[in-house]
């Protein structure tokens, strides 16, 4: 049977996918969606892999980690009002991005050199069966769990908000140890985000083929952010794992 005629409900595996006639150019596409996403990971991939090598020589990460994170932060807030500027501002996106998950993810490659590929492959397992999962309708994204993953995530970046701004007075909180709360956390966190994916999905399944072009870009950054997270949070109970034992 051609791939052309299986059909399905989830964006990535519709026939649209394989057949772009079916579409205007002038709406959201997924085959747009996916180029966009590649180019912005192999953005990312190659600041990350400068700043290892910079890392080696003895060049700190803290600027580049510091400068991209708060360079990311602000360009989110600018998309998130800004959407029609989203086609601008999302490549500015990543490349912020790639300076903090570069500067983020060098302490690991330099002490634990295996680790980073680890936390890709996880990230990229991790994908799928999410994309499965929602495929399969194994499970449903319902306005209950999305009320729900919104409610967690928030919860999550406020504790770390929290925890960030006390680091400045030298207050140390206990998601940065290695304590098993600490890890118990990380591994919340790491579900909570992985959950964040059904939202990537339901929302390109929802707005396809309908909503304008620019939107493309607003699937993008929603999906790469959540892949970062979710990429960040393994790294970081990995390094805690390799720590503690």
Known sequence: MSLRNFKTSNPVFNSYFWDDRKSSAKTMSVGGIFIKSMFGI???????????KLNETGTSMKWYTLGGMLGAVVISVLISVRKNWAHILVPLYVI?????????SAYAHRNFPELPYQAIGVTIVTFFVMLLLYQLRIIVVTKKLRSVIITATISIMVVYLISWILSFFSIKTYIWGTSWFAIAFNVLAAIVASFALLLDFDYIERYKNRAPKYKEWLATWGLLATLIWLYIEVLRLMQKFAIRF
């Open 96 to 104: 912020a991005k790639g300076f903090f998950l570069g500067g983020f």
């Open 42 to 52: 192999l953005i990312i991939a190659a600041i990350t892999a400068y700043l290892w």
